[in-house]
């Protein structure tokens, strides 16, 4: 889906898993594992001070000063259409602060596990800094800050083989740099070679064995089910269990919406859809109003690809172009109701919400799917 990601059962699980996190913290887990909970639940803020205090307390371990660089990441990754040049400044700051820890590190380690936990955390930092890149469209330097980042995990597992975490960064290398297109591939080809059938293989290892790579692992299988393989029925078990583990946290319902989505299930997406609005406006823990737009989204698309009920459709859409930002959730609306317009045989309105999009930042295809509807009315 252009890649986003009953009321008294839900408050039942709710409270069931508010006492299960409470309990967990108050039985002492580690701050890592804390910080991963809250990132997950997009909660950089208190995240970001449990790493911090991990990173206080073990001053000499790159693991606290990675997942710093790591909650940056995903926080960048999550609102990718808003400029945030303070996280960007962290990200930054945190990258290069885990890789002096980690590179002592290595130097001074005892033995070959000792070492191997550096280069991960080295590594999987080079992997995020390349992750960034490529966001950034600068294909080059991504690419170099991936092979560095491919060589430290491939050593790291060489001096420990069960160290499985670091199997999400050579998973994520081995799969899209044996298939990115175009000049990507070109560059990718001359530049490092990957293999997507051992990606995959890398990916579940860090699913089946990994201590806190599992998470994400899921996540990148999800991407690439969808988005990469066409076959969303295989995201789709992640997805819901991801779904079920985490019943609070947004990007997770997302993720499950979007699989519904990319499969047409369409009852069973806009009943999710209209699930995650209400908790969004609601602001039940821990939704927020970030979450209106999207869901509107879900529903509005869900409405017109589903029901082919035109005017549920517009109104979904007529409600997030109320306010224009840069958010990619305005430019999809645009590109929805221009469809719309031309199921209703008004091609010159649709012409204009077209162009609309073509003068907003291109996300995931919106430019391309705009000049086919320019070019061709949209027709179902």
């Known amino acids: 889906m252009c890649r986003l990601y009953g009321m008294k059962w839900w408050s039942a699980s709710i409270l069931a898993a508010s006492l299960a996190t409470t309990a967990a913290f108050a039985s002492g887990q580690d701050p890592l594992n804390q910080g991963l ?33 790591a909650n940056n990441w995903w926080e960048l990754a999550q609102k990718l259409d808003y400029d945030l040049p303070e996280v960007q400044k962290r990200f930054e700051e945190n990258y290069e602060k885990t890789l002096e820890v980690a590179q002592a ?21 080079e992997g995020l800094k390349g992750r960034w890149l490529v966001a950034q469209q600068q294909w080059v330097k991504a ?31 081995d799969y899209f740099t044996d298939t990115l297109p175009g000049v990507q591939g070109v560059l990718a080809y001359l530049l490092i070679h990957g293999d997507k ?13 990994g201590e806190h790579s599992r998470v994400e692992a899921k996540m990148f299988l999800i991407e690439i089910y969808t988005s990469e393989e066409n076959m969303p029925e295989k995201a789709l078990p992640p997805a819901l269990s991801l779904h079920e583990e985490y019943p609070q946290s947004s990007p997770m319902h997302l993720a499950y919406i979007s699989v519904l989505y990319q499969m047409k299930k369409w009852p069973e997406m806009m009943t999710q859809a209209q699930l995650f609005l209400d908790r969004s406006e609601k602001e039940v823990p821990y939704y927020t109003r970030d979450g209106i737009r999207p869901a509107r989204y879900c529903l509005g698309v869900g409405a017109l690809y589903g029901r082919h009920d ?11 172009l109320q306010t224009i930002d840069s ?5 999809y609306a645009y590109l929805r109701r221009g469809q719309i317009e ?14 609309t999009v073509l003068s907003r930042p291109d996300f995931w295809g919106s430019h391309k799917e705009a000049q086919t509807y320019i070019k061709d009315a949209f027709k179902f």
């Open 197 to 209: 059938a051992r990606g995959l293989k890398e990916l579940q290892w860090a699913i089946d064995k």
């Open 327 to 331: 958010s990619r959730w305005v430019s």
């Open 342 to 355: 031309d199921l209703r045989g008004d091609h010159e309105s649709a012409l204009r919400d077209y162009r």
């Open 37 to 69: 909970w809250w990132l997950y639940h997009a909660r950089y803020d208190q995240a970001d001070k449990l790493f911090d205090q991990y990173c206080k307390e073990h001053p000499q371990d790159p693991a606290g000063y990675f997942y710093k660089t």
């Open 310 to 320: 035109l005017d549920l459709a517009s109104a979904y859409m007529n409600q997030i």
């Open 105 to 125: 590190a290595s130097d001074n380690a005892p033995n070959n596990k000792v070492k191997a936990k550096a280069l991960l955390y080295w590594g999987g930092a």
């Open 143 to 173: 690419y170099f800050r991936g092979k560095a980042g491919n060589r430290l995990l491939r050593e790291a597992v060489d001096r420990d083989p069960k160290l499985y975490d670091a199997y999400l960064g050579l998973g994520i290398y």
